[in-house]
């Protein structure tokens, strides 16, 4: 399985896209008037698909695509600086090859980076795992 890739750090390949198939492409609001009648609005969305991905685990404590600590440390720091143009993400695709998008960190309905340990324990050290559930939106 090939890697994925956000802004030069590598992520496992077998992340899962949890929104991957959810419809974006249409903004929608529905607000009533002051007459009572429920007016819509629908426009195309150039942009702002969000991209979701997770650490998957059967219950049974196998995780697939558990990250270190190291790289929990290196998309915290990725994500705590300023930044005014996107990154670069790079996915496997579903037959061959890789797809690419320009991506931000999209914090806007909570945090944009969640981890929890595979197993708890003080202190932790770079090798340790965590699952991980990463937010993204293209821009």
């Not at 969000?50 to 790289?71: C, K, R, V």
């Not at 991506?103 to 981890?115: D, K, R, T």
Request: cysteine-free.
């Amino acid at each position: 399985m090939t890697d994925i890739m956000l802004a030069g750090i590598t992520l496992p390949g077998d992340l899962k896209w949890t929104d991957e198939f959810t419809a974006w492409k249409v903004g929608r609001s529905q607000r009533i008037s002051l007459g009572g009648a429920l007016i819509v609005s629908e426009s195309a969305q150039q942009a702002g698909r969000p991209i979701t991905l997770e650490t998957t685990s059967n219950g049974n404590g196998d995780y697939t695509a558990a990250i270190t600590l190291e790289t929990l440390r290196a998309l915290q720091a990725l994500e705590s600086a300023p930044r005014t143009t996107p990154m670069m993400l790079v996915m496997p695709d579903h037959n061959a090859g890789t797809r690419s998008f320009d991506v931000m960190f999209n914090a806007s309905g909570g945090a944009a980076i969640e981890a929890e340990p595979l197993l708890f324990k003080s202190p932790y050290y770079d090798t340790d795992y965590f699952s991980l559930t990463l937010r993204l939106i293209q821009v």
